[in-house]
């Protein structure tokens, strides 16, 4: 095999997966793994053939597309440049010594080195991509693995393969935690406060700076009185705002294709009207349908990515950290450690405060299970904390 090790996947923006499959002929020999059963459900006549079949089962969802092309390019770079076999001949021992290997891609000068993109300007191959950044952690081997399960699984059920060398992780670490840990990642209000306050004198110098600030702001407001996660926000646009019997709700498709209805409290309907108004939307309520990207890029037609939103939002944060550094250090450095999903848990934190129930707030944040919403309850502790704290023993003497 070649030294320099050279993207196989390819994923084209219409949506197209293409494989460069001249280093796969070298090894598509039929595996030991290969189902001889007749009674096969995918035309597949090579493992190339079968993993662009699995692929392109995640086409109406282009996130999980790229994550599963990741990680199953991986492996089988790692098939070709290290044992010289094909997905159908890995074994058990072969899985084993793979997640060792991503502990620690070896030799790292073939394997790891900055992030690139694997295409250059001219549509050639970039000779300075890499398949790792560097080794992965626990968490990230374990998400790969996750991959890696449901694609030899997939192949199982297909009858492309007699069985999967991937198994679940047998030895479990006993958890030293008795209960899940409360959510602590929430903002209080006084902090959400400081960074609108200092969104609102921020100087503007630049052409962009006025669109960028009031954008900001509108994101900001969106995610803590709505609840959404980023990549719902991302993925959704403003005609799905829609009016029943005089009341607004998000009507969004969440996590895991479920679909829900967010009630829509005033002071969300005030700042999407105020930033329909600043940006020179023809009306402040959204049309029917409307198809303005609910967080939009300059041109008001397309919507930012998720990644680009948390920047945004982390800029913010930075704004007001820096605006209370000196009065509250403690805040201000919570401020810095911010990153847009903290508004979606002061979402959760505040709609129980206010009393909404438990099933409420599981229903508006699209908690598949009521014990992630309990996971809030610090919200109750001020009360405690208030009720404890006159406890003392000072002048208490013995009668």
Known sequence: MQDNIRPLLQIAPTGEILIHDEPLAQINQRGYNRSTNSLKLMKAASDA?????FLNEYQDSPKTLLLYAKEIERLLLWCLHVHQISLSDLTREHIIEYQNFLLNPQPAKLWCGAKVSRLQK???IN???????????????KKSFKVLGSFFNYLVEMHYLRGTPVTLNRRRKKSKRTQPRLVERYLEMDELNAVLDALESYPLQRPNDKFRVIRARYMILLLFYSGMRIAEAANHTMGHFIQRDGDWFLSIIGKGKKPRDIPAPDALLT??????NAIDLPSPEPTFKEQTPLIPSMNLKHTLQVRRIDEIIKWAFSLGA???????PHKASKLKQASAHWLRHSYVTYLLDNGA???DAQENAGHSNVSTTMLYRHVSQTNRHAATRALS???EKIK
Not at 49 to 53: I, N, V
Not at 127 to 141: G, H, V
Not at 322 to 328: D, Q, T, Y
Request: proline share 5%; aromatic share 10%; hydrophobic share 45%.
């Open 322 to 328: 820096a605006a209370i550094e000196s009065k509250s």
């Open 127 to 141: 000779p300075a991509w890499k398949p790792f950044f560097k080794s992965l952690t626990d968490a990230s081997i």
């Open 357 to 359: 129930s438990l099933k």
């Open 122 to 124: 001219d549509g050639s």
């Open 49 to 53: 053939e079968a993993l662009l079949t």
């Open 271 to 276: 700042a999407l009207a105020s930033f329909r």
């Open 393 to 395: 023993i000072q002048n």
